[in-house]
């Protein structure tokens, strides 16, 4: 969850719970909203809908791009993708394969996956989940990914977008790319004996580089 979607939900929270019970069941609203949310301000929530928003911030979705066609092989997640918030790599990087994972059973969503990092330009699939908790694209065609509530409108706007900031291995290793800066992310190199274009953290993936050789160079941006 985003600093400002937290101080949103417990923002909520506390007026919610410093009511006293004589009350009408209502709050009121007044305070800017983060981009991702399309409630305008001044509004009057009711408890129930609140409660039910709380629900939705604490339980969000991954998204994954992989590493080769279909959602078998190592991939790179964004955890906790919240509605509307888009999950992207590098427009010098190679088209991936998308998966949604995690999705509570009482959900319906639509995900949606776009040729253009950033969530930009048109959609090159969308798809409803139907009930299922994961949900793959397994065509290598995908920069970015986000999903939506059907039955409420897309948003014309997506919220922040982020990079994936965990890789995992088929052998169940992970590296942490969590709390790298945009130029550090950059930076990340391919392994050494198998030389690319570029030197970014996702084309190095692609490419082959191993959990030891992509955390090797991490450590030593973080020293």
């Not at 065509?139 to 990079?163: I, L, M, N, V």
């Not at 690319?196 to 955390?215: K, P």
């Amino acid at each position: 969850m985003s600093i400002s979607t937290q101080k949103f939900t417990l923002e909520i929270l506390r007026r919610l719970l410093a009511q006293p019970s004589t009350t009408p069941n209502t709050i009121h609203y007044t305070l800017a909203l983060p981009n991702q949310f399309t409630f305008t301000n001044n509004m009057v929530f009711y408890k129930s809908t609140v409660l039910a928003f709380l629900a939705a911030t604490v339980t969000a979705i991954d998204i994954r791009f992989y590493r080769s066609d279909g959602c078998g092989s190592a991939y790179g997640v964004c955890p906790n993708s919240l509605p509307n918030s888009c999950c992207t790599i590098n427009s010098s990087d190679g088209n991936s394969a998308v998966s949604f994972n995690a999705i509570p059973s009482s959900w319906k969503i639509t995900g949606v996956g776009y040729w253009q990092e950033g969530c930009q330009g048109d959609a090159a699939w969308s798809d409803n989940n139907y009930g299922k908790t994961d949900m793959c694209f397994t065509t290598a065609r995908y920069r970015a990914a986000s999903y939506y509530f059907p039955g409420g409108k897309r948003s014309t706007q997506q919220g922040p977008c982020q990079t994936p900031d965990l890789l995992v291995y088929e052998d169940g290793s992970e590296v942490d790319l969590s709390g790298l800066t945009e130029e550090q992310f950059n930076e990340v190199p391919p392994p050494s004996n198998k030389p690319i274009n570029d030197s970014l953290v996702w084309t190095a993936f692609t490419a082959g580089g191993t959990s030891e050789e992509v955390q090797a160079h991490i450590t030593a941006l973080r020293l």
